[in-house]
């Protein structure tokens, strides 16, 4: 162990980190011990304002005695249950209460244990939809630029990030991108949902003409863009999206991993902004970070397409070994009743306008281009210093850290998403404390 801080092993090298810097973080590293309600502890003791709930998972704040019970009563009980042809009672009660908060026309549910394997998930369920109906020749998949929906192969080629897809080959092919609906020089310092770029939902249109409809099997998207660096959808988008998909016969996919479990302020954006998509996928919230999990919610007709043949015969062959497993499902359990104790999938709504207010006063801090917002999602937009981009935002990211206070950053863009549990007080401390960085930043 390392002799100034015992909480930090002395040797980094083995651990190959994900989505980071190695080589400087190795150098310099930023370690997290602890971590309750509002707070992480840093390995030096420090207490650091958790400003994104971890990465946008964490909805109910940290080690809430709920969920920390709830785990350690089912390891004690059930550990580990096969998930093929057997089962466990609380995945069933999990995702009972899942329907209960579900969007409008959500009767299934499937587990998987990631953003990433929901998204898979959906468009194989999507594919496969097609083809139970008869309706092979849907193959194609359209995504949009900019998009996330994690990091396996069917979500890096419908997401839009370029770094993301450029190293890993000819990626799936049938796919289309939609363009993305960030339009700074029409929408800069919106507060809330953008009145500009209705239209970008009729590119829809475009594609389906080059490709004609009967080829085409879903559109995903995120209601609103969250890794990309916080892109609001234009006001009337998503409901043009859905006409354009049901004219068409194509399933609307809304990638709700970010979105979902009250970020917005309501369960889920697909109530935030009124419309209903066919598949809805959820992960992060779901376990509210705890242990992985996420899932994968369907109508009727979907699923009901599928439960056709031999009864004894599989219906989807695809799941995982730890779909639905028992320490996930009790730590969503738990966290779906913290969620309803607490008020927390609504409570955004209430603090939206504070949120929004304290935000928009960055406005006219150094370096502040635009400045984003949506329910409990914040997004400050820097100048990228010349020939340097995502440095600026980088070095904000540094010294927020070190000065107590937990950002992320996207290229040269603050992203904000604190736990549900929020203080008005919080938020203070939050925007006065990235007042001060963007101060001293160069
Ligand atoms: N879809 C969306 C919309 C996401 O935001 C995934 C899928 C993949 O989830 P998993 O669980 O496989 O990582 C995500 C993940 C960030 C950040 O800071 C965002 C994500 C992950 C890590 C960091 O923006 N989103």
């Given at each position: 162990m390392n002799q100034q801080f015992p909480n930090i092993p002395n040797d980094l090298s083995a651990f190959w980190m994900p989505f980071s810097a190695n080589r400087q973080f190795k150098k310099a590293p930023r370690f997290l011990v602890a971590a309750k309600d509002m707070h992480y502890t840093s390995a030096d003791g420090r207490k650091i304002l958790d400003g994104t709930a971890g990465l946008w998972c964490v909805n109910a704040g940290h080690a809430r005695p709920k969920i920390v019970e709830a785990i350690q009563r089912q390891a004690e009980e059930l550990d580990y249950a096969p998930a093929f042809q057997m089962a466990h009672p609380k995945v069933f009660e999990l995702a009972n209460r899942l329907i209960d908060i579900a969007p409008k026309g959500m009767e299934h549910v499937f587990f998987t244990n990631s953003g990433s394997e929901s998204v898979e998930t959906a468009l194989k369920i999507a594919l496969a939809y097609h083809r139970a109906k008869?309706?092979?020749?849907?193959?194609r998949l359209i995504g949009r630029e900019r998009?996330?929906?994690?990091?396996n192969f069917g979500g890096i080629s419908v997401g839009g990030i370029v770094p993301n897809r450029k190293?890993?080959?000819?990626?799936?092919?049938?796919v289309d991108h939609l363009p993305h609906t960030h339009l700074p020089k029409r929408?800069?310092?919106?507060?809330?949902?953008?009145?500009?770029?209705?239209?970008?939902?009729d590119e829809l249109e475009r594609i389906v003409g080059l490709?004609?409809?009967?080829?085409i099997a879903a559109v995903i998207v995120e209601p609103v863009a969250g890794s990309t660096g916080v892109i609001l959808p234009p006001k009337g988008y998503l409901k043009r999206l859905r006409e354009i998909c049901t004219k068409h016969g194509i399933l609307l996919i809304f990638d709700?991993?970010?979105?979902?479990?009250?970020?917005?302020?309501?369960?889920f954006a697909a109530d935030y902004f009124d419309v209903q998509p066919d598949i809805v996928v959820t992960a992060k919230g779901l376990t509210n970070g705890v242990i992985p999990m996420g899932a994968v919610m369907v109508t009727a007709e979907i699923h009901d397409?599928?439960?056709?043949?031999?009864?004894?015969?599989?219906?989807?062959f695809h799941g995982y070994t730890?779909?639905?497993?028992p320490m996930a499902a009790a730590c969503g359990l738990a966290t779906l009743e913290t969620y309803k104790d607490e008020g927390l999938l609504t409570r955004g709504a209430e603090l939206a306008p504070y949120w929004e207010d304290a935000l928009h006063s960055?406005?006219?801090?150094?370096?502040?281009?635009d400045v984003r917002n949506i329910g409990l999602v914040g997004a400050i937009e820097l100048e990228p210093i010349a020939g340097a981009p995502t440095k600026r935002a980088f070095s904000a990211f540094i010294k927020a850290f070190e000065s107590g206070l937990l950002i992320r950053t996207t290229g040269d863009i603050i992203a904000l998403s604190p736990p549900l549990i929020v203080e008005k007080t919080h938020i203070d401390q939050i925007v006065d404390g990235l007042r001060t960085i963007l101060n001293t930043i160069e």
């Open positions: 008869g309706d092979g020749s849907r193959f998009g996330y929906h994690g990091v190293m890993f080959g000819t990626l799936l092919t049938g929408n800069a310092f919106t507060r809330g949902v953008p009145e500009h770029g209705v239209e970008l939902a490709h004609d409809a009967s080829t709700e991993v970010i979105t979902g479990y009250g970020r917005l302020g309501t369960p397409a599928f439960m056709h043949g031999p009864e004894h015969m599989i219906e989807f730890y779909s639905g497993n960055l406005r006219d801090a150094p370096y502040v281009i």
